[in-house]
């Protein structure tokens, strides 16, 4: 859901191991194409499922949901704790094709409850969301101070919080999850905040790459900072997808 990958203690790590100023360091143009090539193995991935879902095959598509969602857990917990391992690379890619699995049966499910265009519109919000935060960052209307960071990295605790509050609830009562995701206004409201929490997280990722390739890392880490956007991309992504799910079914 939320983006831990991209935190100032990377910075710290960097200088402690003496890895700065190599003779090819990370760079914004770098980290775009490394994140476009994570991007197109999910969407190729995703569209498989996809299909398995919109042609009826939904067990098969439920089990590779369930292992996209654990094989993606797992693997983003390995790249976050292990930057800097020499599997960090492939493992990036390992993530990508997991969070495809996972994002093409959810978008199957959607897509035949509530048609295509739902699907559509998410993506279109997610990608104007990525620009238009890139836009305000980059023009300085939007300064990612130490306030701001503190701010959004405690409202997307606190969001992972509930998330989880909820999911353990769910084994034994159904009341929470139906406050939560169900069609009131509450879950409305907070569908709407996290969306907002959600997109601000781009905020954070384009300030910490900045940050990177000011102080000189290693190219390889082009990849771990695809990565990092690829987590927020897919979070903002799921969260539009119900967000306009909601709004279909009032």
Do not use: H, Q
């Amino acid at each position: 859901m939320s983006n831990p990958t991209l935190n100032n203690n990377i910075i710290r790590n960097f200088t402690d191991e003496n890895v700065l100023n190599p003779s090819r360091p990370l760079t914004a143009s770098g980290v775009i194409g490394k994140t476009s090539l994570l991007f197109a193995v999910l969407i190729a991935v995703a569209y498989f499922t996809f299909s398995l879902s919109v042609k009826g095959f939904m067990d098969k598509a439920n089990l590779l949901y369930i292992t996209g969602a654990i094989g993606g857990l797992i693997t983003a917990f390995f790249i976050c704790f292990r930057p800097y391992s020499k599997f960090m690379v492939p493992a990036t890619f390992i993530y990508s094709i997991f969070e495809g699995l996972f994002v093409g049966a959810v978008s199957g499910s959607f897509a035949a409850a509530y048609g295509g265009a739902l699907i559509l519109n998410a993506v279109l919000a997610t990608f104007a969301s990525l620009i238009a935060t890139l836009f305000l960052y980059k023009a300085g209307i939007i300064k990612c101070t130490e306030k701001f960071r503190s701010t959004i990295i405690a409202a997307t605790f606190g969001i992972f919080i509930i998330y989880m509050f909820t999911f353990i609830t769910s084994f034994f009562s159904p009341y929470v999850t139906n406050f939560v995701f169900g069609s009131g206004m509450f879950a409305l409201g907070l569908n709407v905040v996290v969306c907002i929490i959600a997109v601000l997280n781009f905020i954070l990722d384009f300030d910490l790459i900045e940050n990177l390739e000011r102080v000189g890392v290693p190219e390889r880490y082009e990849w771990y900072c695809g990565f990092s956007l690829m987590v927020t991309i897919v979070w903002v992504y799921i969260e539009f997808l119900r967000l306009f799910a909601r709004l279909n079914r009032k």
